[in-house]
């Protein structure tokens, strides 16, 4: 008995250490901040909200239109900007910490209301940034460990550290009968709290707000709650949807009509279904399981509404729907942690080896993700295959692209530009609110064709009061230079800096 028990103190202290091993990673990464996918959005964001908090305007181009980015984090983190007067990319980094402290407290709490081991958080955490599949994915709202460590300062990862602590309120508090009866304060606070909560889970990033939408379904209806709990439910859904309603840099409830902008942007999510998850099997396994033994458990509860979600979406052609597949996967990993330091004695064994099997797989798949934290040289050959480099970024424009100032420019560099303080022509990212979004766009792409006329590009630099253009030189170096530009820098891989010439 006391090998058995040694045995289970020492693996018990493996799985945190290496959990810490992984949180000591990210918080690396933090430092670097390696620069790829929103990461421009959300800095254009702050830096708007950083001059003006009450009317920011588009984060993107020179018009006066609400953006679903200014979220109540955004909104602070540009408090943050506007009074300490540090720059964007070191406020991001406070986000990016404060961000990941809320993710791992939030699924040791979220655990801790399943399982009573000391061992599940840290074995779920490493199921969470683990348990994948042997393709790469790197997509917002997603815990893999790569995909963690490109958006870990985005406002997703914040949204879904608080979903981890909103299930666990929400779940201490259908259990509890404590809260019973309706005259005092203490009996309502608590849902008046959790509907203020899913409110802001909701406008700080929609996608992981459904999320957390169908976990607190699921741990709600696993509750099993009596008519009392259903009626304060119901009271905190409606303070939910009051403080949507009332919040005023754009129309949350508009947004449901945005799906058909973001169809053809999300349709990638459900390509490589196999590669990018086949590992999650085993939470699937483990899930049957746990169904066999309770129809209504949560994670088996809140994995059947994230697959109704993501396989609507596919069939009906709504690919936005598939950003609900994390509400597939974390039960599912969450359950194959659960499983390993919660199964029978016999089968203990033989479960954790297949899961730290599986593990291992998975880290390997994404240990290219070091690379951000040690240099390329000193990597490993196989190591050094598997690392990305992050986009280089556009600081060599800075010295003459000042705040406000409007630059053409194509789709790439329009989606790192405005993180400087600058706007485009047209933004780098599909935009609900912005009415004259396709005029915009067909403007870039005329102005760049390569049969238009110096005076129609003229035009379009008038009409849109353009400074700056940035372009690759080479062969359609002369056409734009005859319309009126003059080199001013010239940046990486053979970009160049044009000044328009009044």
């Given at each position: 008995?006391?090998?058995?028990?040694?045995?289970?103190?020492?693996?018990?202290?493996?799985?945190?250490?290496?959990?810490?091993?992984?949180?000591?990673?990210?918080?690396?990464?933090?430092?670097?901040?390696?620069?790829?996918?929103?990461?421009?959005?959300?800095?254009?964001?702050?830096?708007?909200?950083?001059?003006?908090?009450?009317?920011?305007?588009?984060?993107?181009?020179?018009?006066?239109?609400?953006?679903?980015?200014?979220?109540?984090?955004?909104?602070?983190?540009?408090?943050?900007?506007?009074?300490?007067?540090?720059?964007?990319?070191?406020?991001?980094?406070?986000?990016?910490?404060?961000?990941?402290?809320?993710?791992?407290?939030?699924?040791?709490?979220?655990?801790?209301?399943?399982?009573?081991?000391?061992?599940?958080?840290?074995?779920?955490?490493?199921?969470?940034?683990?348990?994948?599949?042997?393709?790469?994915?790197?997509?917002?709202?997603?815990?893999?460990?790569?995909?963690?460590?490109?958006?870990?300062?985005?406002?997703?990862?914040?949204?879904?550290?608080?979903?981890?602590?909103?299930?666990?309120?929400?779940?201490?508090?259908?259990?509890?009968?404590?809260?019973?009866?309706?005259?005092?304060?203490?009996?309502?606070?608590?849902?008046?709290?959790?509907?203020?909560?899913?409110?802001?889970?909701?406008?700080?990033?929609?996608?992981?707000?459904?999320?957390?939408?169908?976990?607190?379904?699921?741990?709600?209806?696993?509750?099993?709650p009596g008519r009392a709990v259903w009626v304060r439910l119901g009271g905190g859904l409606a303070v939910g949807l009051a403080v949507l309603w009332v919040w005023p840099y754009y129309d949350f409830f508009a947004l449901f009509g945005a799906g058909a902008d973001l169809e053809s942007v999300h349709r990638?999510?459900?390509?490589?279904?196999?590669?990018?998850?086949?590992?999650?099997?085993?939470?699937?396994?483990?899930?049957?399981?746990?169904?066999?033994?309770?129809?209504?458990?949560?994670?088996?509860?809140?994995?059947?509404?994230?697959?109704?979600?993501?396989?609507?979406?596919?069939?009906?052609?709504?690919?936005?729907?598939?950003?609900?597949?994390?509400?597939?996967?974390?039960?599912?990993?969450?359950?194959?942690?659960?499983?390993?330091?919660?199964?029978?004695?016999?089968?203990?064994?033989?479960?954790?080896?297949?899961?730290?099997?599986?593990?291992?797989?998975?880290?390997?798949?994404?240990?290219?993700?070091?690379?951000?934290?040690?240099?390329?040289?000193?990597?490993?050959?196989?190591?050094?295959?598997?690392?990305?480099?992050?986009?280089?970024?556009?600081?060599?424009?800075?010295?003459?692209?000042?705040?406000?100032?409007?630059?053409?420019?194509?789709?790439?560099?329009?989606?790192?530009?405005?993180?400087?303080?600058?706007?485009?022509?047209?933004?780098?990212?599909?935009?609900?609110?912005?009415?004259?979004?396709?005029?915009?766009?067909?403007?870039?792409?005329?102005?760049?064709?390569?049969?238009?006329?110096?005076?129609?590009?003229?035009?379009?630099?008038?009409?849109?009061?353009?400074?700056?253009?940035?372009?690759?030189?080479?062969?359609?170096?002369?056409?734009?230079?005859?319309?009126?530009?003059?080199?001013?820098?010239?940046?990486?891989?053979?970009?160049?800096?044009?000044?328009?010439?009044?």
């Amino acid at each position: 008995m006391s090998t058995t028990r040694a045995a289970l103190r020492t693996a018990t202290g493996a799985a945190q250490i290496a959990a810490a091993l992984v949180v000591l990673l990210l918080l690396l990464v933090i430092v670097r901040l390696p620069w790829a996918g929103d990461l421009g959005m959300h800095a254009a964001t702050v830096e708007r909200l950083r001059h003006d908090l009450v009317d920011p305007g588009n984060p993107l181009v020179d018009a006066d239109t609400p953006s679903p980015y200014y979220s109540p984090w955004m909104l602070v983190l540009g408090c943050v900007a506007r009074v300490t007067g540090a720059s964007v990319f070191v406020v991001l980094r406070v986000g990016a910490v404060v961000g990941l402290a809320l993710l791992v407290s939030g699924v040791w709490r979220y655990v801790r209301t399943l399982s009573a081991h000391r061992a599940a958080p840290a074995v779920a955490v490493l199921c969470l940034v683990f348990l994948w599949g042997t393709s790469l994915f790197e997509w917002s709202g997603f815990l893999g460990l790569k995909s963690l460590a490109l958006t870990v300062s985005y406002p997703s990862v914040f949204a879904l550290g608080l979903a981890f602590h909103f299930w666990a309120w929400l779940a201490t508090a259908v259990r509890s009968r404590s809260w019973g009866g309706w005259g005092r304060w203490g009996r309502w606070g608590v849902w008046v709290g959790l509907g203020a909560l899913w409110a802001a889970i909701l406008l700080c990033h929609q996608f992981s707000g459904v999320v957390a939408s169908l976990g607190a379904m699921a741990t709600v209806v696993a509750g099993r709650p009596g008519r009392a709990v259903w009626v304060r439910l119901g009271g905190g859904l409606a303070v939910g949807l009051a403080v949507l309603w009332v919040w005023p840099y754009y129309d949350f409830f508009a947004l449901f009509g945005a799906g058909a902008d973001l169809e053809s942007v999300h349709r990638g999510l459900y390509r490589d279904l196999v590669g990018r998850y086949w590992l999650v099997l085993l939470g699937v396994a483990a899930l049957g399981l746990r169904w066999w033994r309770d129809r209504l458990d949560p994670l088996v509860l809140f994995f059947a509404l994230g697959v109704v979600v993501v396989v609507a979406g596919g069939v009906s052609g709504h690919h936005s729907w598939g950003r609900a597949l994390p509400a597939v996967v974390i039960p599912a990993q969450v359950a194959a942690a659960l499983a390993v330091v919660e199964g029978r004695r016999a089968w203990r064994g033989v479960g954790a080896g297949v899961l730290a099997g599986a593990l291992v797989v998975g880290a390997w798949t994404q240990v290219g993700t070091v690379g951000y934290v040690v240099p390329r040289g000193a990597l490993p050959e196989a190591v050094a295959e598997k690392y990305r480099a992050p986009w280089v970024g556009y600081h060599w424009v800075t010295p003459w692209v000042k705040y406000g100032d409007v630059v053409m420019a194509r789709t790439f560099p329009a989606r790192q530009l405005p993180a400087y303080g600058a706007y485009t022509v047209a933004p780098g990212y599909p935009d609900f609110f912005l009415p004259d979004e396709g005029a915009r766009e067909a403007a870039v792409r005329r102005y760049f064709a390569v049969g238009t006329s110096g005076g129609v590009r003229r035009g379009i630099v008038a009409a849109y009061r353009v400074r700056w253009v940035v372009d690759r030189g080479g062969a359609g170096d002369r056409g734009v230079r005859d319309s009126g530009l003059r080199v001013v820098a010239r940046g990486p891989g053979g970009q160049v800096l044009y000044e328009v010439v009044r």
